[in-house]
């Protein structure tokens, strides 16, 4: 059975930093795009950071410099080092698992074949 798990949320104040860690299981994904999502309440899943099998990344406009995704395929795990935290960054974080190996549509959900339950990033003023 394959799974994602997300690790690492919790509250900090604006400015500080937060580091979650996806961890998969019951099959290797160091062939496949990996990504982070957010939701926040009464918003749509909003794409984050993607990062291909050889380490290519893509992110979003609003944590570019900010985010730093990486991956490790000898552990199967896909972290997101997030600094310079701001409120607005308040939401639910998942992890996928896409259908490709490259960061090309990265950013479409649609194309994610596998999701953890995620894991809450509360970003206090």
């Known amino acids: 059975q394959v799974q994602l798990v997300e690790s690492g949320g919790g509250l900090v104040q604006a400015g500080g930093s937060l580091r979650l860690s996806c961890a998969a299981s019951g099959r290797t994904f160091s062939s496949n795009t990996m990504g982070w999502f957010r939701q926040a309440p009464g918003k749509e899943r909003e794409f984050v950071a993607g990062?291909?099998?050889?380490?290519?990344?893509y992110y979003a406009a609003s944590v570019k410099g900010r985010f730093t995704i990486s991956r490790d395929n000898a552990r199967n795990t896909v972290d997101l080092q997030m600094n310079s935290l701001k409120p607005e960054d308040t939401a639910v974080y998942s992890c996928?698992?896409?259908?490709?190996?490259?960061?090309?549509?990265?950013?479409?959900?649609?194309?994610?074949?596998?999701w953890g339950q995620g894991t809450q990033v509360t970003v206090s003023s």
């Open positions: 990062i291909s099998w050889s380490g290519g990344t």
């Open positions: 996928g698992a896409s259908r490709s190996y490259s960061t090309r549509s990265c950013s479409s959900p649609n194309t994610y074949a596998y």
